[in-house]
């Protein structure tokens, strides 16, 4: 006979990584199931099934359902945060270029399989859950709002557009380059690269050219 058995590879405690790795993937089997059978009808014993975990170890983190509800929310509200320098590298000089750049950004950021199902469950749950619609306007969109105004306020000082309501212009950008194309997206229609390339160029030139001075 031999000493001691050899400790099998990959036994014993899960790393760091490997634990961060199986909560992401608890926040995001969470939120599909809460965006397939509604947040009524999904059970945590559903989410444990799916997770091949037990129930307690579900509790062990989450107080209650609605506290594993927001916490998957609120982790796809963080991949759709565009970092500040990300931003800034889209800058590079040309008013009309940037917005379109800007434009083009959030739109693709709502094409992503997290960006699609982020929409569904705001629309779905935020009457349930009004804060969710608060949280991602506040750390999704309005960081990139506060960025136009940076650069509409510039072009506003260098005399390239009229003095304006920035912040106005601001939300009028949101609502017409990125809203409308989004809510087409959400409600199921498609569209094509050409067409968004088209719908954000024309819509750009739209609103730059009401600020030209006059």
């Not at 569904?120 to 859950?129: D, G, N, V, W």
């Not at 009028?172 to 690269?193: E, I």
């Amino acid at each position: 006979m031999h000493g001691s058995t050899p400790t099998r590879k990959g036994a014993g405690r899960p790393t760091k990584e490997q634990a961060e790795a199986r909560f992401e993937e608890l926040l995001d089997t969470a939120l599909d199931l809460f965006l397939q059978h509604g947040y009524e009808l999904t059970t945590i014993e559903m989410i444990a099934t799916a997770m091949n975990m037990t129930k307690r170890t579900v509790y062990a983190k989450f107080e209650d359902k609605s506290a594993l509800f927001l916490a998957a929310v609120q982790r796809a509200i963080e991949r759709q945060i565009v970092p500040r320098g990300d931003l800034e590298a889209l800058d590079k000089g040309d008013l009309a270029e940037t917005l379109e750049a800007i434009g083009r950004l959030r739109i693709e950021q709502v094409m992503t399989p997290n960006g699609m199902r982020l929409q569904h469950i705001i629309q779905s749950e935020s009457y349930r859950f009004p804060q969710i619609f608060e949280a991602n306007f506040q750390q999704s969109a309005r960081p990139v709002m506060d960025f136009i105004i940076e650069l509409l306020d510039r072009a506003v000082a260098k005399g390239m557009i009229a003095p304006t309501d920035t912040k106005m212009v601001s939300s009028a950008f949101m609502s017409m380059v990125v809203g409308g194309q989004v809510r087409t997206l959400v409600g199921g229609m498609s569209l094509t690269k050409h067409e968004i390339e088209k719908n954000v160029r024309f819509t750009v030139s739209l609103l730059l050219d009401g600020l030209r001075p006059r």
